[in-house]
């Protein structure tokens, strides 16, 4: 299965509604394989912050902590060319469409980071995030300038979760 982009909110609403997250959630307990783009990675997400007022459902199944509209609003949707470690894949960078982006600010131990970049959130988004690293004592992601660490793809165990749309490139190697 693949969960998509979109709007998470509305795509909860609709999953609560519709009895859709039972089933989900069912999926990946079952360790069938799953793939969350962008706010289906929020989805999958075990607990989010910058959630509409009262929270969201989530399907969960991810041991991450992760930051909604962390690079700000569509108007800052951007394309940016990145590195990964999976394995198999070669080095060369890929494409990462970007489009109101989550980013991840913390994993457990059972996650694979397959792609992290540098960036600084969005100042709606900014209070929140400096407030989440600081809850976590071990977490050392900002350097000097401000710059954050966010990770923008992982693996746990069979759940796969990228921040980006790579459906939205002719690069096909994250669909392999």
Known sequence: ??????????????GEEYGLFPELKKWVQSGKPIWGTCA?????????????EGGQSLVGGLDVHICRNFFGPQINSCK??????????????????FIRAPAIIHVGPEVTKLAEMKAIPHPSAKDDVISLINSFQD???VDSTGLITVIIA???????????????????????
């Open 1 to 14: 299965i693949i969960l998509p982009g979109g709007e998470s909110t509305a795509m909860a609403i609709v």
């Open 40 to 52: 289906g990675m929020i989805l999958l997400s075990d607990h989010a912050i910058k959630q509409r």
């Open 80 to 97: 940016v060319e990145l590195s990964t470690s999976i394995e198999g894949m070669d080095s060369s960078k890929f494409p990462a469409v």
């Open 139 to 141: 977490l050392n992601i």
């Open 154 to 176: 992982i693996r746990q165990r069979n759940i796969l979760a990228t921040s980006f749309h790579p459906e939205l490139t002719n690069d096909l190697r994250w669909h392999k």
